[in-house]
């Protein structure tokens, strides 16, 4: 009996913990269990109350808030407060800024799939859906990108248009004259944009995103709203933002770039103002804006507006024709053609209205970028690197059956079959990454830890992506030239992963090190309560985690062990997918546990600790992927036909996602929790994970090289001209002929193999010669002989490579450079 009892007590306390039962609960358990216990134990009655009544002290002192303040949490809360590293204010506000969205759920080891599943799908206005399809179409029509690089700008005809359409001004609200877009028609827009050109694209997301108009928005003072936006959303003004430095990029807290307050002249009247030294650069726009947003730290040593002598980061609205500043030289980055390059001035002079909320917003600017990122970042580069993306999809996938190497369409190599198989899956990932989380965007969130995810993992399966299209498109890819649709993207992948945060430094300290703290059900709320000296809100939130924690351990390894079978799905969810909430549910619960462990071990280290923090972010980051995924599955209809994709995409993620949780575990510092994460919690029998099979990676391949409506929906808003003469066009055409043309093809190949058609020696009648002997031996008919002969010239198009005479035509494009000044005639202007 003695032996149940003690049987009895493991099961007993875990499904208490699993369950997250409160404390009284656990307090009812003990108390019973060791009530049984005495019993069967033939215990005197003595004996058994006396260890009942301790026992019943002992849970009082947990269950009467008073006493478990003051004997228990206090002494705890003071260890904590002296052991919490110091925060500076900008990381306070780089950690507070923003909302917590789904990732709260993946983070907290118990995702509410419902939850995600009622969000809801973001879907284009009529007015969004006509910009899409005419405007849009229209300016990816005006974009000739081979002709811009060559004249490193777009043509007069394409920032007219930009500016008159309002390009610029998606973001700003009708009442300013603005388009009033919703952040997911702004990320629609860009996309298809990127899968032109990078160079309308950039020109238009960096006014829409961290250019002045989101600042202005949110914080401008009404005079600096009627003045600027209703003329940054006409395109009166081209704007830009200049924030890093040349010793503060990733640091961009501690950019030297300093104002002080002082009197000085302006418009002939002295004022109060600023004298203000700067020296940026990258800036993008800068050679054309012509007003700029201006981030530097603030002094005020003679106290002229406070106390305060250090006001800290500030940001202004400067006039690029503003006295002193020195602005129109440009970088080159990777060859772009969008503008980008240097702001510098020295001792200018500027009136405190400059500052962008007026002199109250003084020493604000810090609070107010991190703020205003998350939606900027959420939009610009997962819309530019979605949109590399389906166009590389689209164009390669379709090269891959339309060039034949060996007798053979190369897309039907196994080998290419697995880039095809990446770039097919990642595209439909990436697109789903993009489009959730502008639809958070739309729900009011500004998800600061999410878009970091998908800025960073975007862009890394971009990278990616355009990678293995130029691989199987080989040296059609390398030589530079108007039929070369993919060495432009190619060579500006590297741009989106260094900005709006490098992607190195997004992956080893923000994904996780600002996730944690952000996500956490718990933590934000105990360094609150330890940085205010609050002890009952430590006291809530300190017995909080631990029964979390607690759970979490539990219900991982319960999971773990009935591989997460029994685990409840809402029933409306495809029962293709139900396995994948299932295991994510668990995923979830075990990276909770391990979050917990690594920071309660490491505490403070762990911010040194990149590599570790960095695969733990990385577990994070999978889980919202899929989820992503999975949310677009169902959004989209459950597109059988589109399944493969999406379970390509789920298994790669949880491979990822669990080689991140071995990477972790490997290099846990501590031995013996590392066997306890890896054989107890994490993988209690084994790693359950293998890489998606051949014959799924083959499914996901055969979808790119032919059309269908699967095709079309991975590649939806890529622009397609017409013209033959485009790579994109031919590309299609070329695409259809060959489908078209395979059985015919065939045919004459099973001919040749029966002996019924010799085609003899093929002297000198290059490739297709065998064809017109088909048609004269009566192989085929006249018009399957055409077909192969259409085939056979779009063929011709689409494998063709620019040449140019010696001097790559460059005398030509000197032609337009100014005599006088020697510089390119700013189109912008
Ligand atoms: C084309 C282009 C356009 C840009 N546009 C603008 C603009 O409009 N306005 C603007 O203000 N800025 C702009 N930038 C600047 C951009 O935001 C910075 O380039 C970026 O912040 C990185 O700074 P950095 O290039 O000086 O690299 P560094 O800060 O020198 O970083 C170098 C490397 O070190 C890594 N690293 C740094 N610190 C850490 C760390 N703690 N842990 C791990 N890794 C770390 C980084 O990830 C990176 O890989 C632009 C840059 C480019 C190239």
Same mark, same amino acid.
């Given at each position: 009996?003695?032996?149940?009892?003690?049987?009895?007590?493991?099961?007993?306390?875990?499904?208490?913990?699993?369950?997250?039962?409160?404390?009284?609960?656990?307090?009812?358990?003990?108390?019973?269990?060791?009530?049984?216990?005495?019993?069967?134990?033939?215990?005197?009655?003595?004996?058994?109350?006396?260890?009942?009544?301790?026992?019943?002290?002992?849970?009082?002192?947990?269950?009467?808030?008073?006493?478990?303040?003051?004997?228990?949490?206090?002494?705890?809360?003071?260890?904590?407060?002296?052991?919490?590293?110091?925060?500076?204010?900008?990381?306070?506000?780089?950690?507070?800024?923003?909302?917590?969205?789904?990732?709260?759920?993946?983070?907290?080891?118990?995702?509410?799939?419902?939850?995600?599943?009622?969000?809801?799908?973001?879907?284009?206005?009529?007015?969004?859906?006509?910009?899409?399809?005419?405007?849009?179409?229209?300016?990816?029509?005006?974009?000739?990108?081979?002709?811009?690089?060559?004249?490193?700008?777009?043509?007069?005809?394409?920032?007219?248009?930009?500016?008159?359409?309002?390009?610029?001004?998606?973001?700003?609200?009708?009442?300013?004259?603005?388009?009033?877009?919703?952040?997911?028609?702004?990320?629609?827009?860009?996309?298809?944009?990127?899968?032109?050109?990078?160079?309308?694209?950039?020109?238009?997301?960096?006014?829409?995103?961290?250019?002045?108009?989101?600042?202005?928005?949110?914080?401008?003072?009404?005079?600096?709203?009627?003045?600027?936006?209703?003329?940054?959303?006409?395109?009166?003004?081209?704007?830009?933002?200049?924030?890093?430095?040349?010793?503060?990029?990733?640091?961009?807290?501690?950019?030297?770039?300093?104002?002080?307050?002082?009197?000085?002249?302006?418009?002939?009247?002295?004022?109060?103002?600023?004298?203000?030294?700067?020296?940026?650069?990258?800036?993008?726009?800068?050679?054309?804006?012509?007003?700029?947003?201006?981030?530097?730290?603030?002094?005020?040593?003679?106290?002229?507006?406070?106390?305060?002598?250090?006001?800290?980061?500030?940001?202004?609205?400067?006039?690029?024709?503003?006295?002193?500043?020195?602005?129109?030289?440009?970088?080159?980055?990777?060859?772009?053609?969008?503008?980008?390059?240097?702001?510098?001035?020295?001792?200018?002079?500027?009136?405190?209205?400059?500052?962008?909320?007026?002199?109250?917003?003084?020493?604000?600017?810090?609070?107010?970028?991190?703020?205003?990122?998350?939606?900027?970042?959420?939009?610009?580069?997962?819309?530019?690197?979605?949109?590399?993306?389906? &166009?590389? +999809?689209?164009?390669? *996938?379709?090269? =891959?059956?339309?060039?034949?190497? @060996?007798?053979?369409? /190369? $897309?039907?190599?196994?080998?290419?079959?697995?880039?095809?198989?990446?770039?097919?899956?990642?595209?439909?990932?990436?697109?789903?990454?993009?489009?959730?989380?502008?639809?958070?965007?739309?729900?009011?969130?500004?998800?600061?830890?999410?878009?970091?995810?998908?800025?960073?993992?975007?862009?890394?399966?971009?990278?990616?992506?355009?990678?293995?299209?130029?691989?199987?498109?080989?040296?059609?890819?390398?030589?530079?030239?108007?039929?070369?649709?993919?060495?432009?993207?190619?060579?500006?992948?590297?741009?989106?992963?260094?900005?709006?945060?490098?992607?190195?430094?997004?992956?080893?300290?923000?994904?996780?090190?600002?996730?944690?703290?952000?996500?956490?059900?718990?933590?934000?709320?105990? &360094?609150? +309560?330890?940085?205010? *000296?609050?002890? =009952?809100?430590?006291?809530?939130? @300190?017995?909080?985690? /631990? $029964?979390?924690?607690?759970?979490?351990?539990?219900?991982?390894?319960?999971?773990?062990?009935?591989?997460?079978?029994?685990?409840?799905?809402?029933?409306?969810?495809?029962?293709?997918?139900?396995?994948?909430?299932?295991?994510?549910?668990?995923?979830?619960?075990?990276?909770?546990?391990?979050?917990?462990?690594?920071?309660?071990?490491?505490?403070?280290?762990?911010?040194?600790?990149?590599?570790?923090?960095?695969?733990?972010?990385?577990?994070?980051?999978?889980?919202?992927?899929?989820?992503?995924?999975?949310?677009?599955?169902?959004?989209?209809?459950?597109?059988?036909?589109?399944?493969?994709?999406?379970?390509?995409?789920?298994?790669?993620?949880?491979?990822?996602?669990?080689?991140?949780?071995?990477?972790?575990?490997?290099?846990?510092?501590?031995?013996?929790?590392?066997?306890?994460?890896?054989?107890?919690?994490?993988?209690?029998?084994?790693?359950?994970?293998?890489?998606?099979?051949?014959?799924?990676?083959?499914?996901?391949?055969?979808?790119?090289?032919?059309?269908?409506?699967?095709?079309?929906?991975?590649?939806?808003?890529?622009?397609?001209?017409?013209?033959?003469?485009?790579?994109?066009?031919?590309?299609?055409?070329?695409?259809?002929?060959?489908?078209?043309?395979?059985?015919?093809?065939?045919?004459?190949?099973?001919?040749?193999?029966?002996?019924?058609?010799?085609?003899?020696?093929?002297?000198?009648?290059?490739?297709?010669?065998?064809?017109?002997?088909?048609?004269?031996?009566?192989?085929?008919?006249?018009?399957?002989?055409?077909?192969?002969?259409?085939?056979?010239?779009?063929?011709?198009?689409?494998?063709?490579?620019?040449?140019?005479?010696?001097?790559?035509?460059?005398?030509?494009?000197?032609?337009?450079?100014?005599?006088?000044?020697?510089?390119?005639?700013?189109?912008?202007?």
């Amino acid at each position: 009996m003695i032996w149940w009892f003690i049987a009895l007590l493991p099961p007993l306390a875990c499904a208490l913990a699993y369950g997250r039962a409160p404390f009284f609960a656990w307090a009812g358990m003990g108390f019973a269990w060791l009530a049984g216990f005495g019993w069967a134990a033939g215990w005197p009655s003595a004996l058994t109350g006396t260890v009942l009544v301790l026992f019943a002290a002992l849970a009082a002192i947990f269950l009467l808030q008073p006493l478990r303040r003051r004997f228990v949490t206090r002494p705890i809360f003071r260890a904590f407060r002296a052991a919490l590293p110091s925060m500076s204010q900008t990381e306070r506000d780089a950690l507070e800024a923003g909302t917590v969205w789904w990732e709260g759920e993946l983070f907290g080891g118990r995702p509410a799939w419902a939850k995600l599943l009622s969000y809801p799908w973001p879907k284009l206005t009529p007015e969004e859906q006509s910009f899409l399809d005419k405007e849009t179409s229209e300016l990816c029509r005006l974009t000739d990108d081979w002709k811009a690089t060559q004249r490193q700008d777009l043509s007069p005809e394409a920032w007219r248009y930009i500016k008159e359409q309002g390009f610029l001004g998606m973001i700003i609200p009708k009442e300013y004259g603005g388009k009033g877009f919703s952040a997911y028609a702004h990320s629609q827009v860009v996309t298809k944009l990127s899968t032109r050109s990078s160079a309308p694209a950039v020109t238009v997301m960096v006014p829409n995103s961290l250019g002045p108009a989101e600042l202005l928005l949110h914080y401008g003072t009404p005079e600096q709203k009627s003045h600027y936006l209703p003329r940054l959303a006409k395109g009166l003004e081209i704007p830009a933002f200049a924030l890093t430095s040349p010793w503060a990029g990733s640091d961009a807290a501690s950019i030297p770039d300093s104002g002080v307050v002082c009197k000085g002249e302006w418009q002939g009247r002295e004022v109060l103002g600023m004298r203000v030294s700067f020296d940026k650069r990258y800036i993008t726009l800068a050679p054309v804006c012509t007003v700029f947003g201006l981030a530097f730290r603030l002094y005020d040593p003679d106290g002229l507006l406070g106390a305060n002598p250090d006001l800290g980061i500030t940001c202004a609205l400067v006039p690029a024709d503003h006295p002193g500043v020195n602005i129109g030289r440009r970088h080159f980055p990777l060859n772009a053609v969008w503008m980008n390059g240097p702001i510098r001035g020295r001792d200018v002079f500027m009136p405190l209205d400059f500052i962008i909320g007026g002199p109250q917003m003084a020493g604000q600017g810090w609070r107010m970028l991190m703020e205003c990122l998350a939606a900027g970042r959420s939009i610009s580069l997962p819309g530019s690197n979605t949109g590399m993306q389906k &166009m590389t +999809a689209r164009a390669v *996938g379709a090269y =891959a059956r339309v060039r034949y190497q @060996f007798k053979t369409a /190369i $897309g039907r190599f196994e080998g290419v079959e697995e880039a095809l198989t990446r770039i097919g899956a990642n595209t439909y990932l990436s697109d789903a990454a993009r489009v959730m989380t502008a639809g958070a965007v739309d729900l009011g969130e500004k998800p600061s830890v999410v878009s970091a995810i998908v800025k960073y993992h975007v862009t890394e399966r971009a990278r990616q992506t355009v990678n293995d299209g130029m691989d199987v498109v080989g040296g059609k890819g390398i030589c530079l030239g108007p039929q070369n649709m993919l060495g432009r993207a190619y060579q500006q992948i590297p741009v989106g992963i260094t900005v709006e945060g490098a992607n190195i430094l997004t992956r080893s300290l923000i994904l996780f090190g600002q996730g944690a703290i952000r996500c956490h059900p718990y933590v934000l709320d105990e &360094m609150h +309560a330890a940085q205010r *000296g609050e002890l =009952a809100l430590f006291d809530k939130a @300190f017995w909080g985690h /631990i $029964g979390y924690t607690v759970s979490n351990a539990v219900r991982a390894c319960v999971m773990g062990i009935t591989g997460s079978h029994f685990v409840t799905v809402p029933e409306n969810v495809a029962p293709e997918t139900r396995r994948y909430y299932q295991q994510l549910t668990r995923f979830s619960a075990a990276f909770a546990f391990i979050a917990d462990i690594s920071m309660g071990t490491m505490g403070g280290a762990l911010k040194r600790k990149e590599k570790l923090s960095a695969r733990l972010g990385d577990i994070l980051s999978l889980m919202y992927l899929a989820s992503a995924v999975l949310r677009r599955y169902e959004a989209e209809g459950r597109q059988a036909a589109d399944a493969p994709l999406m379970h390509w995409a789920i298994w790669d993620c949880m491979f990822r996602a669990q080689n991140a949780f071995e990477g972790v575990i490997a290099n846990f510092p501590n031995q013996f929790l590392a066997t306890l994460l890896r054989r107890v919690v994490v993988f209690p029998l084994g790693r359950p994970y293998v890489v998606p099979s051949d014959e799924l990676g083959h499914e996901v391949a055969k979808l790119l090289i032919e059309p269908s409506p699967t095709r079309d929906r991975l590649t939806s808003d890529v622009y397609l001209p017409k013209d033959l003469e485009e790579p994109a066009g031919s590309l299609e055409a070329a695409l259809l002929a060959t489908v078209e043309a395979e059985p015919v093809e065939a045919k004459v190949r099973r001919a040749q193999k029966e002996g019924r058609f010799e085609p003899g020696l093929l002297v000198g009648g290059g490739v297709d010669a065998i064809w017109q002997r088909a048609f004269d031996a009566g192989v085929i008919s006249a018009d399957e002989f055409a077909l192969l002969k259409r085939r056979g010239e779009l063929r011709d198009k689409v494998i063709r490579v620019d040449d140019f005479p010696y001097d790559f035509g460059l005398r030509e494009v000197l032609a337009e450079i100014e005599p006088a000044t020697g510089k390119a005639m700013p189109a912008a202007a």
